[in-house]
Structures are given as C-alpha cells and as structure tokens.
C-alpha cells in the first residue's frame, strides 16, 4: 500500500505543521499499486505476492484526508495458505504475544520517566504486529536480526520479560548481562541475532546469515529488519547487490513507520512509489504489504519467506507500519513534527492489537472476558518483570573485562598467550 507523500500544511501563523500521512491507495493517476510494477528492461518482476487492499479512508477532518481515495478492501488474507489452516488456539496466541509486548513497553516507559531507568529507549507500540507475525512464521531453522527498536522482536521470539527487563535496569541477570541496554538483546539459542544501534549496521550481518544457512544447506531463510531511514545507507545497497550476485535466502523487511529519527519520509528519502522499489536496481524482487493486519502481514511475508527458503533467492519487503512514540523516549520533538491528529488516527484506526482482537471478536475465536484475561496477565507479568530488574543485582566490577574476547572467557591457546593465526 503506497502513502500519498503531501507537503505540510502552513498555519496562520506561519508555523509549519506536518499533515496527516494518509494509510490509503494513491489516485489512480499517480503510481500504479507496487505489487504489480513492471521493471526496466532486463530487471525482474516483482514478486506476484498477495496485493495489499487498499483501505477506506477513516473518519478524520476533511481538510486532513480530503485528497486521499476510498477503496473498499477486495481481499480476504484470511484465506491465505499461510493463515487458512490456523487453529483458534494460535490466532489467542498471536494476541496474547502482541498484549504482552505492549504492556512490556508500558511498563518500561513508565518506570524510564522516573527516572529509574537509564540509557535509551526505543519503544514498539504500534508495531506489534510485524514481530508477532514474523516470529510465528518461522520453522526452527530460520535466523532473525534486526535493528535497535528490538524488544517486540525478542519477546515475539520467546526471550523471557524478566532478561529482557532486566537489561534495561542495567543489571547482571539481564540478557546481555547489563551491558548492552535497550538496543541490544540477543538470543542465539532462539535464532535471534539481536537488536544492534549503527544504522543498517545489521543489514550485513543478516547476508551472513543467510550466506551460513545456504553454506550449510540448511532449510531456512534470513529475516533481516530495517527501518526506511535505514535504506539510505549504502551499506544496504552492498547487501542488495552481494545477495542477487550469491543468491542467498534473506528477506529485508523494511518497518516504514513514516519516520528517520524526526525526519519525514518525504524529507529524508527519494520516493518513486516504494523504498522496496530500489531493489530493481540490484535485480532483487520485491513487495509491499501493510503491517497493521496480522493476517497480511503473514500472508506476504510467508510467501517471501517461503521463496527465499526453496528457490534461494533474496526479496525486499516493504510493510507499512507505524510508532506512537518518539525515535527513542529522549525524543522531545515527537509531537512538534507529526499533527497530534496523525498520531489519533492510527491509534483509533490503525492498531494491530484492537485490529487482530476485533478479527477474532467477529470470527468468534475469542470472547470479550478472554480478551481482559489475557491483558491482565499480560499486565501482571510486566509488573513482575519490573519487580525482577529492580531487586537484580548490578554487573560486578570484574565483569567489565569480560564478554571482550571469546578465546579469553572461554580460556583457549589463543586466549592464554594472546597469539592467534588463523593458518595454524
């Protein structure tokens, strides 16, 4: 689903606001739906993924959307292979990990503003469901790496709150020991490569995942998460032209939550349609999807994980998506330039989590009673994690010298005598 890219609208005063960004299909006179362009001569077709509806405009001041189109949705990702045979037992499943991760956040957010909490902070809310619905689609064999907004993708993968939390406390118990806070939680043990704060400084590390999984002839794919500021880097074009050359099984799923930092997507990025429409230029297939419906969400990013599994082949994902908060909490402008009603709109019309509880109300997976018990204890659990991280012990002053060298914590030859060739 393309965004129409308006220009901010001026106030009487003189005092530039930024207008809403629509989350709905261009005119048809402007570009043609991303999933259906056709490359230049020589270049490959994108994927035929399943096509993103286009969404009818939600109720808003008329000055806001008054260019945007009203399309009514013709697909059913429902009936997808990937979601057609799920049981009621994993669509609870999927929104109890969405709750959970919400109310991780929260908690953390709340105990951040205390003061309690140190270091950065970059929140998840509103994108629960990119996590969520990429960590149920992988099969065991599967690697996942993504970028410093990564406490959705941890827990979605199966990292426990009370690690979690307890690395952003800065304590020893935590899952990088209280050493790498909010933009570094890993995972190896659960094909999680963690969060990592250069920008796009993990797109690499994702080709050597996926490089390893091909070497091995392993049955899995790469999952590599970037942000749309992310794909200016030229560090992600390298990886677009090593993975084409290679053919290695990775997908680069671009989370374009509208916003680098504080800067607009208009402002920040050359647009001709898509950011995933770049990857033409290296050969590479790509698609685009919108993230707030879990079920399409699962429907494109399966079939991209699929093709990469079976044929070996790289693919761009572009999935709409967006963020409550700042960049990071310490991002005081966050309501200067975004309009307070963007941000209403996509909370009241636009969340994964109400979107996905409404999906299973109307199929009658789930009651409302289950719904509260479920976020209650999802609410109990990130308290208690809280409880965890505070009571935990800090790093010991030792500690600083280790997690530096491997052969050094593992005690090797090398380690011992501080000589290591690699032709020995």
Known sequence: MARKLSKPSQSKKSAPKKAVRPVVSKPKSQAKPLSKATPKKGGKKPLPLEKAPAKKAPSAPKAV????????????FSKSPFNASLKPAQKIGYLREMLRIRRFEQQALKYYNQGIMGGFLHLYNGQESVAVGTASL???HDEIITAYRDHGHAL???MGMNECMAELFGKGTGCSKGKGGS???FAPDKHYWGGHGIVAGQTPLGLGLAFAIKYKKINGC???FLGDGAVNQGVFSECLNMAALWDLPIVYVIENNGYSMGTSLERSSAVNGSLAKRAEGFCVEWATCEGFDLYELRANLGAAMERARKESKPMVLEVSTYRYYGHSVADANAKKYRAPEEIELYKSDYDPITRWQNQLLKEKTVTQAQIEKIDDEAKAEAAAAVEFGIASPWPSEESIFEDIYHEVDHKTEAGQTGRFFFSE
């Open 183 to 185: 933009m570094h939680f």
């Open 65 to 76: 959307l008054k260019d945007a189109t009203k399309t009514p949705s013709k697909v059913d």
């Open 156 to 158: 979605a993968v199966g």
């Open 222 to 224: 790469a999952v590599a």
């Open 138 to 140: 992988m099969n065991g």
